[in-house]
């Protein structure tokens, strides 16, 4: 069993900068891949980014335009999101999810999830 915890969620104005944590507990996270999702009001939940087993690859969302970077910290357990040139469309809630599988963008292949941490983006 997986457990994860999302951490570093907040309010951040635009153009600026946030770093999301994720803590895994239960099992190592680098025989996962990893991935952020995120769901603002009214909307479905999406996909943001991806890293593989082993930090096998990265795989990002279109809309993220090369604004955030996955990483991981295989000592730690932690799966982390970098968030630059923040801007208003950010803002949801953003979760950590973990497969024991190949990378994918749906969230229903996704076999364990965080709480998530919301991130609000000022303009």
């Known amino acids: 069993q997986v457990h994860l915890v999302e951490s570093g969620g907040g309010l951040v104005q635009y153009g600026g900068s946030l770093r999301l944590s994720c803590t895994g507990s239960?099992?190592?996270?680098?025989?996962?891949?990893m991935a952020w999702f995120r769901q603002a009001p009214g909307k479905e939940r999406e996909f943001v980014a991806s890293?593989?087993?082993?930090?096998?690859?990265?795989k990002y969302a279109d809309s993220i335009q090369a604004r955030f970077t996955i990483t991981r910290d295989t000592p730690k357990n932690m799966v982390y999101l970098q968030m630059n040139s923040a801007e208003p469309e950010d803002t949801a809630v953003y979760y950590c999810?973990?497969?024991?599988?190949?990378?994918?963008?749906?969230?229903?292949?996704?076999?364990?999830w965080g709480q998530g941490t919301q991130v609000t983006v000022s303009s």
């Open positions: 999810a973990a497969r024991a599988g190949d990378s994918g963008v749906y969230s229903s292949v996704y076999d364990y």
């Open positions: 890293i593989g087993a082993y930090d096998s690859h990265r």
């Open positions: 239960g099992r190592d996270l680098s025989l996962y891949t």
